[in-house]
């Protein structure tokens, strides 16, 4: 993903809730599978459903089925659902461990799946590659590129999620594919997100010493005043506790869970904030847990507030949870894995949390200077094609005036030639065509045709009829 160069402070909507990215909780199984955990199915580690939890809306339940973000959610959403239908295949998954989902072990299970399933699942990718191919076609139609012609196995061979190969069935080697491009897509993600909010912040302070840059030297100067008291206004803000420490998790222990912080218990705690059920702490759930220390920073009501940083600050509590917590790097937090960390020393002596305030730039000035100019290089850009399409406009001006002073001429043309008629009739004259001369019904002329030739053709016949058959002989000579 990438910002748009002009997108605003209220971009940062797009990334509420990012937790949800990775998770889909109607399948456990493969909830693991796209958040990249790729872990076995665990026992739900027995609990009692709060009595609320039974009347929740509708619309509530549904939260947790969010979009994961990917090009081909909808793909992948499917044939999950196809796949979780076959008992066979939800056994071997239940048995299998994280290595058979990542080196495809698991796909050559799909041979032995039903009959109907595979029929489904066939349907789905011959779903797919048309849906593939109507964008590709709306793409190539978009830059005017001739596609009459067009290879489709080729273009196919740039979306890694399927075999471009084999477009009517889905194979095992479909299903390898369509897990290892999720995996590696949404493992990228994060490292897309670092990048996207680097550019955000270098566009931010690109616009900052613009904006300055317009000034005069006594605006400037009260200007650059009242943003360093923002600035310093922000970093004035209570102790915030370090992510995944005892004085982090008592605090929601207190304040979110409503319990005595002296009768902090760990598996409890873990218990409580495992909001689905499956024995694990996924991202959503982690993130969930840092509401509390974000609400000391960040106000979305207050000016020197930036939410975009924020949901940064998010990722890297996270992200610090994550490396400190996941032993095994399946970017999931068990409940072993949760009670091993509450024993580690940086679990009861944590320092105090560094906000973004507190370390080092997110770029460096060269960075800075890079971004400026590719900045300058798209404007450049965008001026000589908003020039292009001015000479477009000016020319579609023109034709038009060229082709409305034509059009008047023709109606000034079928004006005259309705009004020479009218004063023809009046006058009893024959009308006339344009030019002035005179007009005749098909009729009379053919008439008139027919009539001057008829009489001579009919003169010929008469004389020739009363020829003698043949000359006369011997005719006496008469002499004067």
Same mark, same amino acid.
């Given at each position: 993903?990438?910002?748009?160069?002009?997108?605003?402070?209220?971009?940062?909507?797009?990334?509420?809730?990012?937790?949800?990215?990775?998770?889909?909780?109607?399948?456990?199984?493969?909830?693991?599978?796209?958040?990249?955990?790729?872990?076995?199915?665990?026992?739900?580690?027995?609990?009692?459903?709060?009595?609320?939890?039974?009347?929740?809306?509708?619309?509530?339940?549904?939260?947790?089925?969010?979009?994961?973000?990917?090009?081909?959610?909808?793909?992948?959403?499917?044939?999950?659902?196809?796949?979780?239908?076959?008992?066979?295949?939800?056994?071997?998954?239940?048995?299998?461990?994280?290595?058979?989902?990542?080196?495809?072990?698991?796909?050559?299970?799909?041979?032995?799946?039903?009959?109907?399933?595979?029929?489904?699942?066939?349907?789905?990718?011959?779903?797919?590659?048309?849906?593939?191919?109507?964008?590709?076609?709306?793409?190539?139609?978009?830059?005017?590129?001739?596609?009459?012609?067009?290879?489709?196995?080729?273009?196919?061979?740039?979306?890694?999620?399927?075999?471009?190969?084999?477009?009517?069935?889905?194979?095992?080697?479909?299903?390898?594919?369509?897990?290892?491009?999720?995996?590696?897509?949404?493992?990228?993600?994060?490292?897309?997100?670092? %990048? /996207? *909010?680097?550019?955000?912040?270098?566009? $931010? #302070?690109?616009?900052?010493?613009?904006?300055?840059?317009? @000034? !005069?030297?006594?605006?400037?100067?009260?200007?650059?005043?009242?943003?360093?008291?923002?600035?310093?206004?922000?970093?004035?803000?209570?102790?915030?506790?370090?992510?995944?420490?005892?004085?982090?998790?008592?605090?929601?222990?207190?304040?979110?869970?409503?319990?005595?912080?002296?009768?902090?218990?760990?598996?409890?705690?873990?218990?409580?904030?495992?909001?689905?059920?499956?024995?694990?702490?996924?991202?959503?759930?982690?993130?969930?847990?840092?509401?509390?220390?974000?609400?000391?920073?960040?106000?979305?009501?207050?000016?020197?507030?930036?939410?975009?940083?924020?949901?940064?600050?998010?990722?890297?509590?996270?992200?610090?949870?994550?490396?400190?917590?996941?032993?095994?790097?399946?970017?999931?937090?068990?409940? %072993? /894995? *949760?009670?091993?960390?509450?024993?580690? $020393? #940086?679990?009861?002596?944590?320092?105090?949390?560094?906000? @973004? !305030?507190?370390?080092?730039?997110?770029?460096?000035?060269?960075?800075?200077?890079?971004?400026?100019?590719?900045?300058?290089?798209?404007?450049?850009?965008?001026?000589?094609?908003?020039?292009?399409?001015?000479?477009?406009?000016?020319?579609?001006?023109?034709?038009?005036?060229?082709?409305?002073?034509?059009?008047?001429?023709?109606?000034?043309?079928?004006?005259?030639?309705?009004?020479?008629?009218?004063?023809?009739?009046?006058?009893?004259?024959?009308?006339?065509?344009?030019?002035?001369?005179?007009?005749?019904?098909?009729?009379?002329?053919?008439?008139?045709?027919?009539?001057?030739?008829?009489?001579?053709?009919?003169?010929?016949?008469?004389?020739?009829?009363?020829?003698?058959?043949?000359?006369?002989?011997?005719?006496?000579?008469?002499?004067?």
């Amino acid at each position: 993903m990438s910002i748009n160069c002009g997108a605003s402070h209220k971009e940062g909507k797009k990334w509420k809730n990012l937790g949800q990215l990775r998770r889909m909780s109607l399948y456990p199984c493969w909830l693991v599978l796209l958040s990249i955990s790729l872990e076995v199915w665990a026992v739900p580690i027995e609990r009692k459903a709060a009595p609320q939890e039974a009347h929740l809306p509708q619309e509530d339940k549904q939260e947790d089925n969010a979009d994961t973000g990917l090009y081909y959610d909808r793909y992948l959403r499917e044939v999950i659902e196809v796949l979780e239908t076959d008992p066979h295949f939800r056994e071997k998954l239940q048995t299998a461990n994280t290595e058979d989902i990542k080196n495809g072990r698991l796909s050559k299970e799909l041979d032995l799946v039903g009959h109907h399933v595979r029929t489904r699942l066939d349907e789905l990718k011959r779903q797919e590659v048309s849906r593939l191919r109507m964008l590709l076609k709306a793409k190539l139609d978009s830059t005017n590129t001739q596609s009459l012609q067009m290879d489709h196995a080729s273009l196919l061979k740039q979306f890694e999620h399927l075999d471009p190969h084999n477009q009517n069935t889905f194979e095992a080697k479909d299903l390898e594919l369509l897990i290892s491009t999720a995996t590696k897509d949404l493992e990228n993600y994060d490292v897309e997100r670092h %990048e /996207e *909010f680097k550019r955000y912040e270098m566009l $931010k #302070e690109h616009e900052r010493r613009e904006y300055l840059k317009g @000034l !005069d030297q006594e605006k400037r100067e009260r200007e650059e005043r009242r943003m360093d008291e923002l600035k310093e206004k922000h970093r004035k803000h209570p102790k915030v506790n370090a992510p995944g420490s005892v004085a982090q998790l008592r605090e929601v222990w207190e304040e979110t869970d409503g319990l005595d912080p002296t009768e902090f218990n760990p598996k409890t705690f873990f218990k409580l904030h495992d909001t689905n059920g499956d024995g694990l702490l996924d991202e959503q759930e982690l993130e969930a847990l840092f509401a509390k220390e974000l609400e000391k920073v960040y106000d979305p009501k207050n000016e020197e507030d930036d939410m975009m940083e924020m949901e940064e600050e998010r990722l890297r509590m996270r992200e610090h949870v994550m490396k400190n917590v996941d032993v095994n790097q399946d970017r999931l937090v068990s409940l %072993e /894995e *949760f009670l091993k960390s509450t024993d580690k $020393k #940086e679990f009861n002596n944590a320092k105090e949390w560094d906000t @973004l !305030d507190d370390t080092k730039p997110v770029f460096t000035e060269e960075e800075l200077k890079g971004f400026e100019t590719e900045l300058r290089t798209k404007e450049e850009e965008l001026g000589r094609r908003a020039e292009s399409l001015r000479q477009e406009q000016d020319l579609l001006k023109e034709r038009g005036k060229a082709l409305e002073a034509q059009r008047r001429e023709y109606q000034q043309a079928v004006i005259e030639m309705s009004q020479r008629k009218e004063k023809q009739a009046v006058q009893g004259q024959p009308p006339t065509g344009p030019n002035g001369e005179l007009q005749f019904h098909q009729e009379i002329q053919k008439l008139e045709d027919q009539g001057a030739k008829a009489p001579v053709e009919q003169e010929v016949q008469e004389a020739h009829n009363n020829l003698p058959a043949e000359p006369p002989q011997n005719l006496p000579i008469h002499n004067n």
